[in-house]
């Protein structure tokens, strides 16, 4: 049986590159940009209010997924810890020559520390590598959603979505 978002509830390849949030290879490259992997047609528009650029947008039906404009989109990452789904990431490929980098909102305890390595995860949850914490953001206007900036190699970034402390093994 094929893997796709029917049969398993998870995006893979092709299904992922046709999501209406997701920024093509060029604006990758260009600097940081927001990745929206929702597929999900329920009433939700907290990312569009998030985003102050105006590069996400909804449509008239409130249950359509939500579409991401890259040429307004600077990569701020205001829109990650306001998504319910936690289906909001922002990937900076410029970030140096082997390495990108990638936020990633983490609901979990307890929260790493900057400068330690955890486990990358997979959208399945398999482990696929260690990589760095950079940075941990996570003001009060976050609502206790903590964004995890991870340096990750550039071939990952499409599939890192989540980390596992190392001690929780």
Do not use: W
């Not at 990745?35 to 102050?52: F, L, N, S």
């Not at 399945?124 to 964004?147: A, C, F, H, M, Y």
């Amino acid at each position: 049986m094929k893997r796709t978002l029917k049969t398993t509830g998870i995006l893979y390849g092709e299904e992922l590159l046709k999501c209406p949030g997701m920024p093509t290879r060029k604006r990758m490259e260009q600097g940081p940009v927001a990745i929206i992997e929702c597929t999900q047609e329920i009433p939700c528009d907290p990312c569009v209010d998030a985003c102050r650029k105006g590069a996400i947008q909804i449509g008239e039906d409130i249950t359509q997924p939500p579409r991401l404009l890259e040429e307004k989109c600077n990569g701020c990452g205001s829109c990650i810890a306001e998504c319910p789904g936690l289906a909001i990431f922002v990937a900076d490929f410029n970030h140096s020559p082997e390495q990108a980098l990638l936020k990633i909102p983490y609901e979990f305890f307890p929260i790493p520390k900057a400068n330690t390595k955890v486990l990358a995860l997979d959208r399945e949850g398999k482990v696929i590598g260690e990589v760095r914490v950079l940075k941990v953001s996570n003001p009060k206007k976050n609502d206790r959603t903590p964004v995890l900036s991870l340096l990750v190699p550039k071939e990952r970034v499409l599939e890192i979505r989540h980390i596992r402390l190392k001690e929780s093994i």
